[in-house]
């Protein structure tokens, strides 16, 4: 299967234990900036490269905020999800990035209540 659109970023998710999560968001504090787009919460934070290429998600795993590869695994098995997920992307290429974000928000909070129902 082919790769979907990119924005030409990079994004790692890093999964660790709810024990293991502080000392986890710690470090990467300190090799990173806090991603002004998201919202932490005691179990995701988020963090962006200076040069804004590089993004990480730390979550706990299985976590309540651990979508990351549940998303990536149906964009990967699931043609027709990709190719939703590569127009919207296309339809906000240039558009403002917190409407891109809030339009890709409500695109994985559909996908993911459609998969759990």
Same mark, same amino acid.
């Given at each position: %299967?082919?790769?979907?659109?990119?924005?030409?970023?990079?994004?790692?998710?890093?999964?660790?234990?709810? @024990? #293991? $999560? %502080?000392?986890?968001?710690?470090?990467?504090?300190?090799?990173?900036?806090?991603? =002004?787009? @998201?919202? @932490?919460? =005691?179990? $995701?934070?988020?963090?962006?490269? *200076?040069?804004?290429?590089?993004?990480?998600?730390?979550?706990?795993?299985?976590? =309540?905020?651990?979508? $990351?590869?549940?998303?990536?695994?149906?964009?990967?098995?699931?043609?027709?999800?990709? *190719? *939703?997920?590569?127009?919207?992307?296309?339809?906000? #290429?240039?558009?403002? %990035?917190?409407?891109?974000?809030?339009?890709? @928000? *409500? $695109?994985? #909070?559909?996908?993911?209540?459609?998969?759990?129902?």
């Amino acid at each position: %299967m082919g790769a979907g659109l990119s924005k030409g970023d990079l994004d790692l998710c890093v999964r660790v234990s709810a @024990s #293991e $999560f %502080m000392a986890a968001r710690d470090a990467l504090a300190r090799l990173f900036d806090t991603n =002004p787009g @998201s919202d @932490s919460t =005691p179990t $995701f934070a988020s963090y962006v490269h *200076a040069h804004e290429w590089v993004g990480v998600q730390l979550c706990t795993a299985n976590g =309540p905020d651990d979508t $990351f590869v549940r998303v990536r695994d149906l964009l990967r098995t699931n043609v027709t999800i990709l *190719a *939703a997920y590569d127009e919207l992307k296309q339809r906000y #290429e240039g558009e403002d %990035m917190s409407r891109y974000r809030q339009a890709k @928000s *409500a $695109f994985i #909070e559909r996908l993911l209540a459609d998969t759990l129902a």
